[in-house]
């Protein structure tokens, strides 16, 4: 009955703010049927949380876009809905607040047993169904193999990674991609260098060319290739180098890349050619052909290009050039072309550095013209990384390169740190990457202060464990300290926040979050210490209380646990 309460199975944690929607929808609808408010549109989706936690865990704004068309004042529309508002076991008695909210406060019950559900659930607490039955890859990093990862990349390989983590936390089927850049002008510039470098090895005179990479790690290559093959690669002076010497060059580089990413914890299900793009009858030549067929490539000044503007850019674009060799674009094209036609990606997920932003536009405009509707391609941007030692700028590499490389940044801070900080701000945002503090063993480190939490959730297991006490047996239905329930209230908010991340393409709530959970954690933790009384703590003279207190524990290790692994990073048992 209006304003009654409603039976209904225990609502999934993931399912809330759903369930919520669906509630104010329905008493609307009845509000309209009784007469308390006129004929209207009943909005969607009108449940948030509520930016000031003490009006409540969510907040419609239902009547807030129905005054208007109701011809009402909000407060009135707000008060209209509450009437006949039907509860169930999630929520208490909702609250009407100026000038038109209606605020909901999760039932202290439905809290409790939400316990039951993280244990129940384990480690797929907080898994949503937004892309079941659908499949995305993200193609990330894909640094030229020309030279080392530097600290950039490795901003790209945390986002990259851990987005394709949350879209299988959503659903989706996901690839991992790199791809190799072992075709066109840079990878011909390397095989120069490399030839440069390997003949000097033998004490010839050869200069690497202008444009060429001048770093270290040239050397080294030229000196596993000599101590392989030894002369084998050398030619008469002046002749072109062997072409096999440049491949061996680029695997080298890519077993030296591979073996980077691996060690921050990134791996891929898929390393993939450019050259691969070049086989007869390949990706290229068919996305050529469909462009040509339907018309978008004009031959003028001798070159190929790509009538772009007829589709709304500002200038056509060259994809085949007056010598015939195809541009980097053209490359695009038809690698995107492949993914999307002959692997059927429903999604596709490209992580580039903020220098790609001009090229952002016509690629989608190309994916259209293909005949394939671009907003299954999503292209996220991220900006440059400034390394601060001592509120000073790190400029320049140990070891006496150029750049500084991921290698560095992990030999100082560690993949954990690395992932973290990376993950801290919106990949559109620079960022300042303090290393004093990312090695820091206090609560001043944030990625210290998350692990330091997991690992005294594992100490409180264990230590209940030596005394024989487990989780086992316990009544979720004792927590109903503050300090408890507000745990609770955080350790839900995780499905949430894995829906926003996937539907923004954005990674940067995760680590947020497991601060605000870490918080959370650190309150209840510290409210026993802070209180006389000795039943105020997890392990206490009262066994039954204590099981309880346990399974709080464990689930809360368990959500805990989740939101590290997303971002790629452990969770120790023991600091």
């Not at 890859?137 to 030279?147: H, I, L, Y």
Request: glycine letters at 8%; aromatic letters at 8%; proline letters at 6%.
């Amino acid at each position: 009955m209006p304003g009654g309460t409603l039976e209904v199975p225990m609502i999934p944690a993931r399912n809330l703010r759903r369930h919520l929607d669906t509630l104010v929808a329905s008493a609307i609808e009845r509000a309209i049927a009784a007469g308390d408010l006129p004929e209207v549109a009943i909005p969607a989706e009108t449940v948030e949380r509520p930016k000031d936690p003490s009006h409540g865990d969510y907040a419609s704004t239902a009547a807030l876009r129905l005054a208007r068309a109701a011809m009402r004042p909000p407060l009135a529309v707000a008060e209209a809905i509450a009437k006949h508002l039907e509860r169930d076991e999630t929520i208490e008695a909702p609250r009407v607040a100026p000038p038109g909210f209606l605020n909901f406060r999760l039932a202290s019950t439905y809290l409790q047993d939400q316990v039951d559900a993280v244990l129940r659930e384990g480690a797929t607490f907080a898994d949503l169904d937004l892309g079941t039955g659908k499949r995305a890859q993200v193609e990330f990093v894909s640094a030229n193999p020309t030279g080392p990862l530097h600290v950039g990349n490795g901003r790209g390989a945390a986002i990259g990674d851990t987005l394709a983590s949350l879209l299988e936390a959503a659903g989706y089927e996901v690839e991992r991609e790199y791809y190799v850049n072992d075709a066109g002008t840079q990878a011909e510039v390397f095989a120069e260098t490399l030839y440069a470098r390997y003949q000097q090895l033998f004490g010839r005179e050869a200069e690497i060319p202008p444009e060429g990479y001048p770093g270290a790690y040239m050397i080294e290559i030229a000196e596993q290739i000599r101590a392989e093959a030894g002369d084998r690669y050398l030619r008469p002076p002046g002749e072109a180098p062997d072409p096999e010497l440049g491949e061996r060059g680029i695997a080298i580089m890519l077993e030296r890349i591979r073996a980077t990413l691996e060690r921050f914890g990134v791996r891929y299900d898929r390393w993939y050619s450019e050259r691969s793009l070049y086989r007869p009858d390949g990706p290229y030549e068919q996305a050529m052909a469909l462009l040509r067929e339907r018309g978008f490539l004009v031959e003028r000044e001798g070159a190929l290009w790509f009538a772009s503007s007829e589709l709304g850019e500002s200038k056509d674009n060259v994809v085949v050039r007056s010598d015939g060799r195809p541009t980097y674009y053209a490359s695009d094209i038809a690698y995107h072309f492949e993914k999307f036609t002959e692997r059927g990606f429903d999604l596709v997920i490209d992580v580039w550095g903020a220098d790609h932003h001009g090229h952002v536009s016509r690629l989608k405009t190309a994916v259209g013209a293909l005949g394939i509707d671009p907003a299954r391609l999503h292209i996220l941007l991220y900006q440059l990384v400034t390394l601060k030692r001592g509120g000073e700028v790190v400029r320049l590499s140990k070891r006496g390169g150029d750049i500084i490389t991921l290698d560095e940044l992990l030999d100082e801070v560690g993949p954990d740190a690395a992932r973290f900080f990376f993950l801290q701000r919106s990949p559109g945002a620079q960022m300042d990457f303090d290393l004093d503090l990312a090695v820091k063993q206090s609560n001043e480190n944030p990625v210290y202060y998350v692990q330091y939490a997991h690992a005294r959730l594992s100490s409180i297991l264990q230590r209940a464990a030596e005394q024989g006490l487990t989780p086992e047996g316990g009544d979720v239905r004792r927590l109903d300290q503050p300090h408890e329930l507000a745990l609770v209230r955080e350790m839900l908010k995780l499905p949430e926040v894995i829906e926003s991340c996937v539907t923004t393409f954005e990674p940067h709530p995760l680590p947020q979050y497991a601060l605000d959970l870490a918080t959370a954690f650190h309150a209840f933790n510290d409210a026993f210490k802070q209180q006389g009384d000795p039943l105020l703590k997890v392990i206490t003279g009262d066994e039954q209380l204590s099981r309880a207190r346990l399974k709080l524990v464990a689930a809360a290790r368990i959500v805990l646990a989740r939101v590290l692994g997303l971002m790629g990073m452990s969770a120790p048992d023991r600091m």
